[in-house]
């Protein structure tokens, strides 16, 4: 099971930090994205790690926002700063055994996924 943390409201600028936190198993195999859903509009997939070490960011959030694991945890964690309203969504994470291979990993059905946090940007 995956459970995410740290959503809430911000003011455009600002910054926040999300949390994935994994039960049952740990990350040490597996590849962990962030998603994010915004209401009117398709499910975007924003970053993700892989177990190897492969980082994929979309172009939208080069920059901005940072994911990194805590393997001691077995979190993983989506820095986001410089926050903009157009970043407002539900934000969610999951995790599957496939390298990441560029944007097409967030195609593939995910073995786990968390409930999603709700991340609001006021301009």
């Known amino acids: 099971q995956l459970a995410e943390s740290g959503g809430g409201s911000v003011q455009a600028g600002g910054s926040l930090r999300l949390s994935c936190a994994a039960s049952?198993?740990?990350?040490?195999?597996?590849?962990v994205g962030w998603f994010r859903e915004a209401p009117g509009k398709e499910r975007e997939g924003v970053a993700a790690?892989?177990?190897?070490?492969?980082?994929y960011y979309a172009d939208s959030v080069k920059g901005r926002f940072t994911i990194s694991t805590d393997n001691i945890k077995n979190t993983v964690y989506l820095h986001m700063n410089n926050l903009r309203p157009e970043d407002t969504a539900v934000y969610s994470c999951?995790?599957?055994?496939?390298?990441?291979?560029?944007?097409?990993?967030?195609?593939?059905?995910?073995?786990?996924w968390g409930q999603g946090t709700q991340v609001t940007v006021s301009s």
């Open positions: 790690v892989s177990s190897s070490g492969t980082i």
């Open positions: 049952g198993f740990t990350f040490n195999d597996y590849s």
């Open positions: 999951a995790a599957d055994k496939l390298e990441i291979y560029g944007s097409s990993w967030f195609s593939w059905g995910k073995q786990y």
